[in-house]
């Protein structure tokens, strides 16, 4: 799960650039009287990355936690 989070994150950045750079490009030239100058702030970019990271920890470590109460070979047994 926790390789999950961190591709997760790299898809995210590699994604985020191009779609910048598609919008600011179209704003310019169909748009032509705006012109953006502001990008989504680094430390707003890092806080959803970590966020992604410790929703998939917490996915891993509540999965894990069902699957350990509920006794499995226990109930093998049976």
């Excluded at 750079?21 to 310019?28: C, I």
């Excluded at 936690?65 to 093998?76: F, H, P, T």
């Amino acid at each position: 799960m926790l390789k999950y989070g961190v591709y997760s994150g790299i898809v995210v950045i590699l994604v985020y650039l191009p779609v910048q750079k598609a919008l600011y490009y179209f704003m310019v030239h169909v748009y032509l009287y705006l012109h953006p100058v502001g990008a989504v702030p680094l430390p707003a970019l890092v806080a959803v990355l970590l966020a992604n990271m410790a929703l998939c920890i917490g996915m891993a470590l509540f999965a894990c936690r069902a699957v350990l109460r509920e006794g499995m070979l226990e109930q093998a047994m049976e």
